[in-house]
């Protein structure tokens, strides 16, 4: 793959009129990520698209040093949305550096607080993010002729969640006015809440700690997280269904829609919920404790499972460099040459990095053009450097837990097609069967679809992680620690999915200090650059030839199926999007076959 | 840093492994330390001294094949 020069709609040699917008910046909580793009108005596509980030953050260099049981505390700021994420990936990471295993009870207590995360984030995300690209006020502006439709659409699940149209549901997202909005709100405290009730505090988790938790074990904290359980599956229960009747209704009101942020099935999940009865943080086992988590990591292409082995997955990571704003850091120290099982280690993996900021000035045209390194996944059958994405997260989780079939909780079951997922009764509806399928494309709409699908998988999840703690304590197993020492020379890593996907932290301590450390959060896979392959990361890739169905022109232009396309990998927590419109700068590209041919005699 | 184009930063006053561990000095992570912990049983149960050093035999439950479940 490498830049689109030309649209799909274009016949060659034909001339085009290319007009720039950005959006800058978009996303993440210091909103540091910009997109560039061309686009085609008379063939309503967009041309070219460029991600880039103005924010250097430096973690890597200067976690060197520091105490590797401080690790967690550290980098869990790295986020201020999924900071907990990061604190247990660190805590996976040192719990292999150490050789410690956690009582069961503590691998339960993270399960409970990582689900409640999900929860939480997923709703606040969709309902109060994504959502407003979807409401009424936004469609109106943007596609009046849909809400038109929308209006005389009935809902078909209106009986489960009460909108009688389609209409009625995109009021309902209004932002600040409707229904679903405002209940979104409340329901994202409540799962804050749990959170809070099972690590300490939320986003940076006070009670987590390398060889287990701090959380006291009673009755009394896991009957607390059970009720505000029950009240958030009875919005669920109504969610679901509302998403689907949304999205569907897209797929059907703007026939073509489903190539709108469309790329090849490319996802990659690192998995989720450590099962306490396989795990032993042990790297020469990690293939097995790896398949018995709760969300399955794996490798998707071309909606194929290619591996869910964790030691295959860590030992293809390969960060390269293209269009960063860092030097190349092949001629510096290589700290790990092989892993624990005698496998080589490439320069080019976390373990071996070294990170080399060279600040320029930016050069969209033909230069570096992001602080974002370009992580890939290398695919050892074809030489390819894979340009993974998450999907969003819950896209790549659902699609590599149903396709590897391991997971069967009762709760939740993987078939090897679709995932089952079975809520109990709750507050004030019965209990629910869903079950999320494999979709046909990799796309916008689906990527939003399964975040409210996941959001059901971890309450299912949660039910199960109850009854298993509660069945710990009741027996009087309250032990939440292991003891361990600090050795003066180990490596380790951790596996884990942060709420919009994938997140590996890397370590190496020497002198009873970190030397090398190197996390690996979803948004540098997702956003990443053109790397030296040309390859471009999966945002450019799935903008780039994007239809465009906004019915404004290029002065009223407000980018929503972009907007959508974008939100809909979740890059972090758009806290605002401001867009640079203006009239746009107009670029004329002039195509002459022969030279002199257009001086006309 | 770039060896080739360093950053210009100031003179550092401290060491980056400043609040690393000094070794020697005790951690309550060491192996070892759960046993020297009161009410914690070496089986991974525990009892309500964990909670209270003031008459914790009484807080105990009152029958022997209840679970000990002590406050937080």
Known sequence: MTTRTAGAKQSAGEPRELVEMSWDPITRIIGNLGIYTKIDFNNREVVECKSTSSLFRGYSVFMKGKDPRDAHFITSRICGICGDNHAVCSIYAQNMAYGVKPPPLAE??????????????????????????????????????LLRRAETTEAPNAGLHGFRTIADIMRAFNPFSGAVYK????????????????????????????????????????????VRLLRVLDFLKKAVPMNDDLFD?????????????????????????????????????????????????????????????????????????????????QAEETFVTHDPLGNPVDQRHPWNQTTLPKPQKRDLEHGNYSWVMSPRWYDRRTGDHLALDTGGGPLARLWSTALAGLVDTGTVRATGHSVEINLPKSGSLP??????????????????????????YAAAMAVHFLEQALGEVRAGRTQVFSDFDVPDEAIGCGFHEAVRGVLSHHMVIRDGKIANYHPYPPTPWNASPRDMYGTPGPYEDAVQGLPIFEENGPDSFKGIDIMRTVRSFDPCLPCGVHMYLGGGKELKQMHSPTFGASLGG | MSKKHPIRTGHPDVRPDAPSHVKGVKEGNSRGNYGKQEGHLPDGRSTARRSTGINPRKHDPIDPDMPNLSPA
Not at chain 1, 109 to 117: C, D, H, S, T
Not at chain 1, 196 to 202: D, K
Not at chain 1, 255 to 277: I, T
Request: charged share 25%.
């Open chain 1, 183 to 226: 209940e979104a709100l409340h329901v994202s405290r409540v799962t804050r809440e749990m959170c809070c009730l099972m690590e300490g505090r939320h986003v940076h988790p006070s009670t987590l700690y390398p060889g287990g938790v701090g959380t006291v074990a009673t009755p009394q904290v896991f009957t607390d997280y059970l």
């Open chain 1, 108 to 145: 339960w207590i993270i399960n409970l607080g990582e689900a409640a995360e999900y929860m939480f984030d997923h709703t606040l995300f969709q309902d109060n993010l994504v959502f407003v690209d979807y409401c009424e006020q936004m469609v109106k502006e943007t596609n009046p002729g």
């Open chain 1, 431 to 456: 209990e629910m069967r869903l079950e999320w399928k494999v979709p046909r494309w990799a796309n916008t709409i689906e990527r939003n679809r399964a975040r409210a699908y996941f959001v059901a």
């Open chain 1, 249 to 329: 209704f897209f797929y059907e009101a703007l026939p073509g829609y489903e190539e709108v942020g469309r790329r090849r099935v490319m996802l990659g999940c690192w998995g989720s919920f450590q099962d306490p009865a396989a795990v032993d943080y042990d790297y020469r086992n990690m293939n097995e404790w790896g398949r018995r988590m709760f969300v399955t990591p794996g490798i998707v292409l071309d909606g194929e499972l290619l591996t869910t082995d964790l030691v295959d997955i860590n030992l293809g990571i390969r960060i390269l460099l293209g269009s960063s704003y860092y030097d190349d850091w």
